[in-house]
Structure formats: structure tokens, C-alpha cells
């Protein structure tokens, strides 16, 4: 069930990377929480923690901004959407499979990491977690 997903921090400092990742539970891990599945796109899926908000998580400003101004929702409802994502977002496609390419073009994505990979990079393993961002 191994898949590509797009890791996009919500600290804005930090790069949007690719992770391979492989079953749910590295999910939570990667969001630092149970998974909240969100469409907001007809070949993507968003995945956050699902109490983000409650834990007063960053405000995910470049995947929130994807999603209020290019996301297919956003094309429905006349270019925009009010979303705020909270936290460390990931984003696949469809049934947890590789995220569109288009999507990798979007964010100018250019390093890819495993799941360990990018857990020690970012200190996730001795419980330090992603900076919060802005």
C-alpha cells in the first residue's frame, strides 16, 4: 500500500517535501495525530490531525491557500473558499494513493524523503516536532 504523498509543513519556513509513506499509522505519525481526511480536489485528498485546531496547531498557510484559491472546490464556488488548515498537512491522491503530479508542479517540489527520513530531520522522533510556523 506504499504511496507518494506531498508533506507540506505549516511552518513556512520549511521545504514541501514528497514522503513515501506506508500505511495509515505513518500518517499519524507525520501529522502528530489521527488523520482527518478532507476533498477539496476531484484527484487529490488533504489529510490533517484531526484536532488541529483544539491544539491551537499553525495555521497551514500554504496549503490553505492552495485550497481556498486553486483547489477544484475553489473553481465551484466562483475561485474561492475560506479554509484554514491547521498543523502539517499531507496531500495524496484518491484512496491513499501517489499525489498528482500537477500538485508536485504546483508546490515546485524537488526532494523527496522517507517517512524516518523526514521524522529525524524534523525531530519528530524525541518529541520536538515541526517548528509551529507563523
Known amino acids: 500500500m506504499a504511496f507518494q504523498a ?3 509543513p505549516a511552518a513556512f519556513n520549511q521545504q514541501v517535501v514528497l514522503v513515501e509513506v506506508d500505511g495509515y ?14 476533498v477539496y480536489d476531484l484527484d487529490a485528498e488533504v489529510y490533517v490531525n484531526g484536532i488541529g485546531v483544539t ?5 497551514n498557510i500554504g496549503a490553505s491557500d492552495y485550497v481556498s484559491r486553486c ?11 475560506d479554509v484554514h488548515l ?3 498537512v499531507i496531500m495524496t ?23 524516518d ?6 525531530g519528530l522522533d524525541n ?7 507563523l
Open 86 to 88: 491547521h498543523g502539517n
Open 25 to 38: 499509522d505513518q500518517l499519524e505519525a507525520l501529522l502528530g495525530g489521527m488523520p482527518e481526511r478532507a
Open 71 to 81: 483547489s477544484d472546490a475553489a473553481a465551484q464556488h466562483g475561485g474561492w473558499i
Open 117 to 122: 527520513e523526514l521524522l529525524i530531520r524534523a
Open 127 to 133: 518529541g520536538e516536532g515541526f517548528e509551529q510556523g
Open 6 to 8: 506531498m508533506f507540506i
Open 93 to 115: 491522491g484518491p484512496d491513499l494513493t501517489d499525489v498528482p503530479e500537477r500538485l508536485i508542479e504546483e508546490f515546485g517540489v524537488t526532494e523527496r524523503y522517507t517517512v
Open 55 to 59: 491544539l491551537r496547531l499553525a495555521h
